[in-house]
């Protein structure tokens, strides 16, 4: 049964909608945003008694905590039924996630935790674009969530592709390309420096590219980094053995 923390005391393309979002989230301007119903207030997801009220390294601590739980085979979280009828009411994550789509990357899972817990954003290759920046943003500012997390994995399929792309100059079918664009920019970073082993560099690359490019996110996650409200982490996730390294 999943451990109950409600009462815990403890170089890319502009983004070409990114103005939609350069006054921030406007309480009064709409009802609802993306499916997401906002709060009546901002300070209704950040007041000091809400479950996730906590500092953004106690956050990476408990993210840690149960990455360590789920790799040694001893997690908590067995009964995903728990406190469903509390989180109907609302939600307090205390960590968002830039995952990778990989069917083999499973956030909750790898890091021990129960529905509500994680705000996860998923795109092969976890890149951030308009969409998931909208998302994220909506997650510190109005869920009140201390901490982000970029992770990528090992062996990640679609930075393979956007070498070869890059190497051998090819063209995808479908929509590939436009996802490939969004990770050229890291792993062309990362083939400069001719590193001996080409995938796990640019993997590398592409999470470090991504938290500089959260990092400096205006207005909203900038903001909050500025005032010490949240913190954004790189991670990579190790398909062999479950653990995740912070880097």
């Known amino acids: 049964m999943c451990v109950d923390h409600s009462h815990h005391d403890d170089e890319r393309p502009a983004l070409s909608r990114r103005h939609v979002f350069g006054a921030g989230l406007g309480v009064a301007s709409a009802a ?79 890091f021990d935790q129960g529905p509500g817990e994680l705000f996860v954003v998923r795109v092969a290759g976890n890149f951030v674009n308009d969409d998931g920046l909208a998302s994220l943003e909506y997650g510190v500012k ?49 083939l400069k420096a001719k590193p001996e082993d080409q995938l796990n560099a640019a993997i590398v690359e592409n999470v470090r590219y991504n938290v500089r490019e959260l990092e400096t996110s205006t207005p909203i996650i900038a903001e909050f980094i500025r005032d010490g409200k949240l913190k954004v982490v790189g991670g990579i996730y190790d398909l062999a053995t479950g653990k995740v390294t912070v880097i």
Do not use: W
């Not at 009964?79 to 499973?106: E, K």
């Open 142 to 190: 109005f869920l009140g969530m201390p901490l982000i997390m970029v992770l990528g994995h090992t062996n990640c399929g679609a930075v393979d592709a956007t070498i070869k792309v890059v190497k051998d100059n090819i063209s995808l079918p479908g929509h590939l390309g436009e996802l490939v664009s969004n990770i050229k920019p890291a792993v062309e970073i990362a």
């Open 32 to 110: 609802f945003l993306g499916g997401f119903a906002l709060p009546a207030s901002a300070d209704t997801a950040t007041t000091a008694t809400a479950p996730n009220a906590i500092s953004p390294d106690e956050a990476l601590k408990r993210l840690m905590e149960g990455n360590a739980r789920y790799a040694g085979g001893t997690p908590n979280c067995t009964d995903f039924s728990a406190s469903r009828a509390a989180r109907a009411l609302s939600q307090h994550p205390f960590a968002g996630l830039v995952s990778c789509a990989d069917s083999r990357v499973a956030p909750e899972l790898a």
